[in-house]
């Protein structure tokens, strides 16, 4: 099992609409949890940060955090064309200093 | 804002070659990172600094080697390149120490090296 399991995708939802992106995890010591954004060719920007289980909002993106079945996600509403990239989910590794550990990422296709 | 530069965007590299790829960050942060990216495969932790000149092997030290001289620099080598090397390489950083935001990595722009 991998540690970080995301559907690679892609996942296409139409302008407007809520795009949800999915993670597992595998190691319940986990207790910070990261989703990037990364465009084709570029490094990964941070979008959201979430430690607490329940829901987090920043602008059009939520996070979503339960920690009893080991899964996060991200809602993206009113998806833009912009918002076009791969979607990174991250999670530290209990008992390490600072080391997360990346999914592989999901490709999302906003269509016009 | 965080800020973190990455010394070449693009390089290219013969077989054998000695590569030194540079990392600088512009926030005091204790830790650094380095990553490579390869398509399917995602980010690779190569190594990790949690300080000056300490250094922790990643998931795929071999064929690399680190050097942390000063807090914001952080050096990747690749003592004598090789085509499986070809990769986007990726450094980060974070705070470290205390706080709730000490694991959020920030990442510099990455350099894509071919090797020939």
């Known amino acids: 099992q991998k540690e970080v399991e995301q559907n690679s995708g892609p996942l296409s939802v139409p302008e407007g609409a809520i795009a949800s992106l999915n993670c597992t995890y595998s190691d319940r010591g986990s207790q910070s949890f990261f989703w990037y954004r990364q465009y084709s060719g570029k490094s990964p920007e941070l979008i959201m940060s979430i430690y607490s289980n329940g829901d987090k909002e920043d602008g059009r993106f939520t996070a979503q955090l339960n920690k009893a079945s080991q899964y996060v996600s991200l809602l993206i509403r009113d998806s833009q064309p912009s918002d076009s990239a791969t979607y990174l989910c991250a999670v530290n590794k209990a008992g390490t200093a600072s080391k997360l550990t990346f999914g592989t990422g999901t490709r999302l296709q906003v269509t016009l | 804002d965080v800020k973190v530069t990455q010394s070449s965007r693009y390089l290219v590299k013969r077989t054998g070659e000695k590569v030194f790829l540079e990392c600088v960050q512009d926030?005091?942060?204790?830790?650094m990172f380095w990553y490579r990216q390869d398509p399917g495969l995602g980010l690779r932790l190569i190594y990790f600094s949690y300080d000056v000149k300490m250094k922790e092997k990643g998931d795929i030290p071999e064929g690399y080697s680190v050097s942390r001289e000063k807090k914001e620099r952080f050096s990747l080598i690749l003592e004598s390149a090789s085509t499986n090397q070809t990769s986007m390489y990726l450094c980060a950083s974070s705070p470290g120490a205390g706080g709730p935001r000490r694991e959020t990595q920030y990442f510099g722009p990455g350099t894509r090296l071919l090797v020939l």
């Open positions: 926030m005091d942060h204790e830790n």
